[in-house]
């Protein structure tokens, strides 16, 4: 991540993010949970059904004392946007490298102090609730925990949960992850495709 963390963020991403937490403070959100205390962790967001997710997420870990990341590909990065993209936290990604993307950002992790790296396991709004197993696989490679994350937009409620070191058993994790979420949301539709994949979900191995 070739960024200056002693350079200071720009006038643009300081006015960016104090209005989306300005933003974030006028819907009324209340937030249950506490920063982990481990310095690098994926948090995972769940669900992905709104564009007020993205605020939600980033003012949520502003009140938590947590700066958060993610992933986005290289050419975002590039001038006049690289200086505000790695401002907003943004990891870089080349999907056109023969190294995956994977270990890209399990170097990432290596090579920074702090790393929160916020993923949303269902891709996109549109998703079904089935969930990608990319999160799983940067933990495992990272060895970093992961932190289970959640909103309810109707509610204006959300949280965070205690972190989960992944093991290399999928499918345990995954049921625990599923279990998290449904205690926090029993009425959402999305965990019943979330609980239904337990039943195929096999063994992650860790990645040497």
Not at 167 to 173: I, N, S, W
Request: some cysteine.
């Amino acid at each position: 991540m070739p960024n200056d963390p002693n350079r200071q963020p720009s006038l643009l991403s300081r006015l960016f993010k104090r209005l989306l937490i300005a933003l974030y403070r006028w819907k009324g959100w209340t937030i249950e949970g506490t920063r982990p205390a481990v310095r690098k962790f994926v948090i995972l967001g769940a669900p992905h059904t709104s564009n007020w997710d993205f605020i939600f997420f980033l003012g949520a870990t502003h009140e938590l004392g947590i700066k958060p990341s993610f992933m986005g590909k290289h050419t975002l990065f590039k001038w006049p946007m690289t200086n505000f993209m790695y401002d907003m936290g943004g990891v870089s990604v080349n999907r056109n490298k023969r190294a995956n993307y994977v270990e890209q950002v399990a170097d990432a992790f290596t090579k920074a102090d702090d790393l929160a790296l916020v993923i949303a396991p269902e891709g996109t709004r549109g998703s079904n609730g089935e969930w990608r197993t990319g999160f799983y696989h940067i933990a495992m490679a990272a060895g970093v925990p992961i932190l289970p994350a959640w909103v309810d937009n109707d509610m204006m409620r959300g949280g965070v949960g205690e972190p989960l070191m992944p093991t290399g058993d999928y499918r345990a994790d995954l049921a625990k992850l599923a279990a998290f979420y449904r205690e926090k949301r029993p009425d959402c539709d999305r965990f019943n495709v979330l609980e239904a994949s337990l039943d195929t979900a096999g063994e992650i191995k860790r990645r040497d």
